[in-house]
């Protein structure tokens, strides 16, 4: 119940178009769900991050789409650059609790020229 | 304004050694949470600390890891008589108050040999 399910595994995309990543979570007292952007050899950085009273957030070229009935959320990565090329990982956590992160098992995006 | 520290970055280690990996979080933060990260893996949630407290250590392993976080100085987790499945890199993340956002640190990458 404490699983998040992360798809793809692996992602490649022209310069230029969508990058979509999905997770899937169990525990309906998740409340609290980031995604991280990590580069080789450094730390899971906060790209954007969304709590379940809304369904959509937008950051720029970065959006979370959230569906609370199907225990599903999803980034969106539009206009996708090769700086984008990283690995993703999506998260979920109880703010109420004691906020430790349970991370998906990461995508590994690769953003072709 | 510093962000995480970690170190060292790198730590190799012969099997039956113990390896000691330090953090000095946010100036400002007061709780310390370490993960791994197992190669191609997710990062895996170990313990959660406060200054002088542990709260959580539920993704601690029972034997050979310990961590503490003193009144004064880093966070240290401390792993006794490694074993070669303990390579991995060790992240610890930092934040203000329990529920707010989490900082991580550049991470350190055990080997052992």
């Known amino acids: 119940q404490q699983q998040v399910k992360q798809s793809p595994q692996s992602l490649i995309v022209q310069k230029g178009g969508i990058s979509i990543i999905n997770c899937a979570y169990e525990?309906?007292?998740?409340?609290?769900f980031p995604w991280y952007q990590q580069f080789p050899g450094k730390g899971p950085a906060l790209l954007i991050a969304?709590?379940?009273?809304?369904s959509e957030k937008k950051e720029g070229r970065f959006t979370i789409s959230f569906n609370k009935s199907a225990k599903q959320f999803s980034l969106h990565i539009m206009d996708s650059q090769p700086g984008d090329s990283a690995t993703y990982f999506c998260?979920?956590?109880?703010?109420?609790?004691?906020?430790?992160?349970?991370f998906g098992a990461g995508t590994r995006l690769a953003v072709h020229p | 304004n510093a962000g995480v520290m970690q170190n060292p970055r790198h730590l190799v280690r012969r099997r039956g050694q113990e390896a000691r990996l330090r953090c000095s979080p946010m100036?400002?933060?007061?709780?310390v949470y370490w993960y791994r990260q197992l190669p191609e893996e997710g990062l895996k949630f170990m313990v959660y600390?406060?200054?002088?407290?542990?709260?959580?250590e539920s993704g601690m392993p029972k034997e050979r890891f310990s961590a503490e976080f003193p009144k004064e100085g880093p966070s240290i987790l401390r792993i006794q008589q490694v074993v070669r499945g303990d390579s991995a890199a060790y992240f610890c993340?930092?934040?203000?108050?329990?529920?707010?956002?989490?900082?991580f640190g550049p991470g350190t990458r055990l080997t052992v040999l």
């Open positions: 100036k400002g933060h007061s709780h």
């Open positions: 969304i709590r379940p009273d809304v």
């Open positions: 600390l406060q200054k002088e407290n542990i709260i959580d």
């Open positions: 993340a930092s934040s203000q108050t329990g529920p707010s956002e989490q900082f």
């Open positions: 525990n309906t007292a998740f409340d609290y």
């Open positions: 998260a979920a956590s109880i703010s109420g609790g004691y906020n430790k992160l349970i």
